[in-house]
T-cell receptor
Framework: KNQVEQSPQSLIILEGKNCTLQCNYTVSPFSNLRWYKQDTGRGPVSLTIMTFSENTKSNGRYTATLDADTKQSSLHITASQLSDSASYICVVSAQTGANNLFFGTGTRLTVIP | DTGVSQDPRHKITKRGQNVTFRCDPISEHNRLYWYRQTLGQGPEFLTYFQNEAQLEKSRLLSDRFSAERPKGSFSTLEIQRTEQGDSAMYLC??????????FGPGTRLTVL
C-alpha cells in the first residue's frame, strides 16, 4: 500500500534554532518527493523536489535529503524564523497514474520568539 | 497574479444547503485537481480533469458532490445538501500534463 508517514506530528522550537523533519514512504514505483510548506488557511507551496538520483537539495535555509534505498527523506530548517511557523507536508509521486500524489499528514512547526 | 485562484476563500452555510466553489487554474495548465483537507491532515484527492474531461473520481466524492470543467479552463465543485462532515478546506491544483501541481489558496467551508 502506498503510504507517506511524517514525524513528529508537531514541533515547537525557539527562533534561531535548527530542526529536522522526517518522512518515510512506501510509494512505488517512485518518481519524486516534494516538501511543501502550508501556512494556516493557505494552499501548499513547494519548497524542494527530489528525484531518485538526488541525495540533497537546498532552498535557502531549507535542505532536503533523500535516501531512496531506505525510502526516507528529511527536511532540515536552519536558523529558524517566526515565519517558518507552518505545516510541512511530504508528498511522494508515483510514476504511474494521474492521481499519483501521496500526501503525508504533515508536521506542524511553531517557532516561538 | 498568474497563480491558481479560488473563490470564495471562506464559505459558511447551514446544513442542507447547496454550495459551489470555483477554481481558476494557471492558464496553460491542462490538468486540474480537487482535494479536500481536514484539520491536521494532508490533502485527500477528490477528482481531476484533463482539459474538460473528468478522468478520475475518488470514492470520497459521494453523489452529493459534482465537479465540472466545461470549457477546459475554470472548474466548479458543487456540494448538494451539505452535511457537517463536509466542513473542510477544499483545495484546487493545476498542472501541465504530469508536471508539478500548483495549489490555490483553498476554500474553507464551514457547515453549521
Amino acid at each position: 500500500k502506498n503510504q507517506v508517514e511524517q514525524s513528529p506530528q508537531s514541533l515547537i522550537i525557539l527562533e534561531g534554532k535548527n530542526c529536522t523533519l522526517q518522512c518515510n514512504y512506501t510509494v512505488s514505483p517512485f518518481s519524486n518527493l516534494r516538501w511543501y510548506k502550508q501556512d494556516t488557511g493557505r494552499g501548499p507551496v513547494s519548497l524542494t523536489i527530489m528525484t531518485f538520483s538526488e541525495n540533497t537539495k537546498s532552498n535557502g535555509r531549507y535542505t532536503a535529503t533523500l535516501d531512496a534505498d531506505t525510502k526516507q527523506s528529511s527536511l532540515h530548517i536552519t536558523a529558524s524564523q517566526l515565519s517558518d511557523s507552518a505545516s510541512y507536508i511530504c508528498v511522494v509521486s508515483a510514476q504511474t497514474g494521474a492521481n499519483n500524489l501521496f500526501f503525508g499528514t504533515g508536521t506542524r512547526l511553531t517557532v516561538i520568539p | 497574479d498568474t497563480g491558481v485562484s479560488q473563490d470564495p476563500r471562506h464559505k459558511i452555510t447551514k446544513r442542507g444547503q447547496n454550495v459551489t466553489f470555483r477554481c481558476d487554474p494557471i492558464s496553460e495548465h491542462n490538468r486540474l485537481y480537487w482535494y479536500r483537507q481536514t484539520l491536521g491532515q494532508g490533502p485527500e484527492f477528490l477528482t481531476y480533469f484533463q482539459n474538460e474531461a473528468q478522468l478520475e473520481k475518488s470514492r470520497l466524492l459521494s453523489d452529493r458532490f459534482s465537479a465540472e470543467r466545461p470549457k477546459g479552463s475554470f472548474s466548479t465543485l458543487e456540494i448538494q445538501r451539505t452535511e457537517q462532515g463536509d466542513s473542510a478546506m477544499y483545495l484546487c491544483a493545476s498542472s501541465y500534463r504530469e508536471g508539478e501541481q500548483f495549489f490555490g489558496p483553498g476554500t474553507r467551508l464551514t457547515v453549521l
